[in-house]
T-cell receptor
Framework: AQTVTQSQPEMSVQEAETVTLSCTYD???????LFWYKQPPSRQMILVIR??????QNATENRFSVNFQKAAKSFSLKISDSQLGDAAMYFC??????????FGTGTSLTVIP | DTEVTQTPKHLVMGMTNKKSLKCEQH?????MYWYKQKAKKPPELMFV???????INESVPSRFSPECPNSSLLNLHLHALQPEDSALYLC???????????FGSGTQLSVL
């Protein structure tokens, strides 16, 4: 069975600073995807970044980047130059090729002005 | 068009009512999902349709009845719900192969 673990229920960061959210997962599969989704107070789930397991290069999207350590089954999200609009619940997620998505328990990020 | 559209956005219903939630996407996705989400919790999978056939039912009570009339539409029929069923109901879609989930904005359901 696949599991996704987010060990930080809450995090805070000063505006313009950098924060890293942690995620570990467990799977026996070799072909999969990893995601970070953001859910602001509006509760719309928004894809922040995606990583294909077969790619060694870490994904980046503007101020968002990941540190993907396949052997360690770790997938952390780094947010640089944090903005007030980054305040949200962040969910790490895993998918295999069988239309199954598995979500972590989430990290609530507060951005302090 | 990269949107998943859900209606209604809010719904209040009594325990004896029958109502339906609707979801529509025009991205050509052949996998569609219903999730239930309580506040500050991750989405919980309820149902998955793949090529218009129900492929996953996560032991959801029969008071929730999904329907996939065609490749663009997904409904969730509600009947005799309980107050504990109050939650945000999210629809999502993806290409088969689970490369990415596209979510709708959800229906906030309150059962009185």
């Amino acid at each position: 069975a696949q599991t996704v673990t987010q060990s930080q229920p809450e995090m805070s960061v000063q505006e313009a600073e950098t924060v890293t959210l942690s995620c570990t997962y467990d799977t026996s599969e070799s072909d999969y995807y990893l995601f970070w989704y953001k859910q602001p107070p509006s509760r719309q789930m928004i894809l922040v970044i995606r990583q294909e397991a077969y790619k060694q290069q870490n994904a980046t999207e503007n101020r968002f980047s990941v540190n993907f350590q396949k052997a360690a089954k770790s997938f952390s999200l780094k947010i640089s130059d944090s903005q007030l609009g980054d305040a949200a619940m962040y969910f790490c997620a895993f998918s295999n090729t069988g239309n199954q998505f598995y979500f972590g328990t989430g990290t609530s990020l507060t951005v302090i002005p | 068009d990269t949107e998943v559209t859900q209606t209604p956005k809010h719904l209040v219903m009594g325990m004896t009512n029958k109502k339906s939630l609707k979801c529509e996407q025009h991205m050509g996705h052949r996998a569609m999902y219903w999730y239930k989400q309580k506040a500050k919790k991750p989405p919980e999978l309820m149902f998955v349709y793949s090529y218009e056939k129900l492929s996953i039912n996560e032991s959801v009570p029969s008071r929730f009845s999904p329907e996939c009339p065609n490749s663009s539409l997904l409904n969730l029929h509600l009947h005799a719900l309980q107050p504990e069923d109050s939650a945000l109901y999210l629809c999502a879609s993806s290409h088969p192969g689970a490369e990415e989930l596209f979510f709708g904005s959800g229906t906030q359901l309150s059962v009185l």
